[in-house]
């Protein structure tokens, strides 16, 4: 039976997942040859931005939001829950709108165009309040699917019928932050209808409580995006445009495979989180081990694929202008990435925040140290290397911490 709910769990994840991963497809390319793969480079840009902005407002709720509603006793108890972590959103996106708006200012390709930051910013304030953490912990995957896939085909409906050429980047911005805004409205409507769970103001207490429980996964989410992302932002100085369109390609298929195993790991989290609470280690070793076999298996087929596709992926996505070396390189980077979101969910069940944050602490603290000296040096392979890197070391600290504590 146990096997049987992870598995309909997953199929419902995928579901949800599955439109994600179409809409690369259907988009992308259609996009790139819109608006131009220089032009897409600075869309990716500024999704990487508020990327920190979406870190910030999420500060770690999907992963402790959908531990406690998971184990939460009562409907009191659950509406409590809520009341506390919208609170403490809604304070972080104001504190998010600030932070990204800093980039309009330090950041080359966005400096002046305060629209198009704004628009992106709708994605924070759509991504930051929607509240897959409240499914996820109620194992009601299949509502994540459905809500998913109706906001999704609004934005690739307006992205085919209105986006015509160069001059169109804000109004595709708009669209691509139309998808989160709908899903976070969809979810709340859905959730006020059928639950009805009554909002309660919490006290100052109760928000820095949930405030300082957060803290290390927030800081720690923060620092997985700066050694997965900031690379993207140092290279704008030192790459040109097709380059820095081409790293933001690799960095949405990067996501795209992200997407493929992101269904894997919140299937299991809720039941992981209650075994390592149950104090179960054998069934919890159990599942980690089925887990990282699946999480692999899907890391070589997917490798294989892109590079047996190389010469049409290029073609599409980078008008020619990729070479083998840079694939090989991004490749070494899907084989390792998918285990440190594993290891950091069993961390955090273990309620060994400050572990998920020295590890990467450490990994971004590298990130950071070694950017601009790579991409000086190896150019767009530069880049591609410190982001492997910086995932090989927060996977060696994680599963050192694991190892150590006998997790």
Known sequence: MKALKYFLNTI???????????????????????????????????????????TLVDYGYNLIGTNEVSNSKSYENLASIVSKVLV???????????????????????????????????????????????????????????????????????????????????????????????????????????????????????????????????????????????????????????EIGILGVYLKLRDVFVSVIGPIQQAVYPELSKLINS???????????KTLFVLFSISIITSLGYYAFFDYINKLLFENNAEVLDMLAFLCILL?????????????????????????????????VTSHIMVYKFSLKGALYVIFFSYLLNVVMGSYFLIKKKL
């Open 88 to 242: 403490v959103k809604f304070i972080l996106l104001v504190l998010s709108f600030l932070m990204v708006f800093v980039s309009v200012f330090f950041i080359k390709p966005l400096q002046g165009k305060c629209e198009i930051v704004f628009l992106g910013w709708l994605n924070v304030v759509g991504i930051g309040l929607y509240p897959i953490w409240y499914f996820q912990g109620k194992e009601e995957m299949q509502l994540i699917g459905i809500i998913n896939l109706v906001s999704k085909l609004v934005t690739i409906v307006g992205i085919l019928l209105f986006i015509k050429g160069a001059d169109d980047i804000n109004l595709t911005v708009f669209f691509l932050s139309l998808s989160s805004v709908l899903c976070a409205l969809f979810s709340w409507i859905y959730i006020y209808v059928r639950d009805k769970l009554r909002f309660s103001l919490p006290t100052p207490l109760e928000v820095i409580s949930d405030l300082r429980i957060g803290f290390s996964i927030f800081l720690s989410n923060i620092l997985v995006q700066l050694y997965s992302n900031f690379v993207l932002i140092i290279s704008t100085g030192m790459l040109n445009t097709v």
């Open 336 to 368: 390792i990435a998918p285990y440190g979101g594993l290891i950091t969910r069993v961390l955090v069940a273990n309620k060994k925040n400050k572990f998920v944050f020295l590890s990467t602490f450490f990994s971004g603290l590298f990130a950071l």
């Open 279 to 289: 104090k179960l280690v054998k069934k919890t070793r159990e599942l980690i081990r």
């Open 12 to 54: 419902y994840l995928y579901l949800a997942q599955g439109i994600n991963l179409i809409f690369p497809i259907l988009i992308y390319p259609f996009l790139i040859d819109k608006i131009s793969l220089e032009g897409f480079g600075i869309i990716i840009l500024l999704q990487v931005i508020m990327n920190y902005g979406t």
